[in-house]
């Protein structure tokens, strides 16, 4: 196994599937039977499209408790991409539209989530990968059913350059949010990733 990043529920590993000799990604859960677990292996069994990582299988040990679970093997994410491209000025016509293609997909997994009362609420570069060129949502740890009513602010809600200014203040429980807290983090994503830059404060986004 060769490992591929580590979060704070788990890490991620290339591991080589027996049956077909495949490369795949397994995630491993540090906690098998904790909330996040539950809720990203619910999201990715309920969720099927082309921007939204596909589940490939579950993994489960020797008493049958799950474990993780097995997805394809991206090239990169979508910081790993950042960091590598020209800046703004010396981008060719080619990675431009490259961008733009990304941005697409992004922007198709977010709407289907939304459409399917589903929020990803963690919504970051790290968090899309590109698979045979096209970008796939991921990591669904966080992730949550819409209720009918707003969402109460829990805390457990996106990265703090990503999260929307709702978001800001985390010590009130009373906090009413939607699924404008992801188009959000989208847009701060799309910033970073046409600019290059993540120098931006919080208000200078606003």
């Keep these: 196994m060769k490992l591929l990043g580590e979060g704070t529920y788990g890490y991620v590993s290339s591991v080589r599937c027996n049956a077909n000799r495949k490369t795949l990604a397994y995630k491993h859960f540090e906690e098998p039977e904790c909330q996040s677990s539950f809720r990203e292996l619910y999201s990715l069994s309920s969720l099927a499209h082309p921007s939204i990582i596909p589940l490939v299988g579950i993994v489960t ?19 790993d991409l950042i960091r590598i491209i020209p800046p703004p000025a010396s981008r060719s016509a080619r990675i431009t539209s490259m961008l733009d293609d990304i941005g697409y997909d992004a922007t198709q997994g977010i709407s289907y989530l939304h459409q399917n009362a589903f929020l990803h609420r963690d919504i970051k570069p790290d968090n ?31 990265t703090a350059f990503y999260r929307a200014p709702e978001l800001w203040d985390l010590s009130s429980s009373q906090t009413r949010y939607g699924p404008e807290v992801d188009i959000y983090a989208l847009g701060v994503t799309l910033i970073y990733m046409y600019t290059g830059s993540s120098n931006m404060s919080q208000s200078g986004l606003l």
Excluded: R, W
């Design 61 to 79: 040990n020797a008493k049958g408790i799950i474990t993780g679970y097995l997805m394809p093997c991206a090239s990169q994410s979508l910081m």
């Design 128 to 158: 899309i990968l590109l698979l045979n060129g096209h970008a796939c949502i991921s990591d669904f740890g966080l992730a949550t059913i819409i209720p009918e009513g707003p969402c109460l602010n829990t805390g457990e809600v996106h």
